[in-house]
């Protein structure tokens, strides 16, 4: 796992309980991951380049 990758799945590990969540590759962003709550509510997780961090998009309602 590359190292940006490995940010972006320790990010997700501090802020979800994991076991209360599906989580799948989404590779239109950078590292990034869908997740899915049990509520069916989704968010993407993803590797910034421009910031060079971590970052996050919630699903819109």
Known sequence: ???NEAKVMEWIDDHFVMNE???EDF???PYGK???DENGETMVVFWCVIY??????????
Not at 52 to 61: A, C, K, S
Request: charged letters at 35%.
């Open 1 to 3: 796992m590359e190292e």
């Open 21 to 23: 969540i599906e989580i």
């Open 27 to 29: 590779p239109f962003f």
């Open 34 to 36: 869908l997740i899915r």
């Open 52 to 61: 060079g961090r971590v970052d996050y998009r919630l699903q819109e309602t």
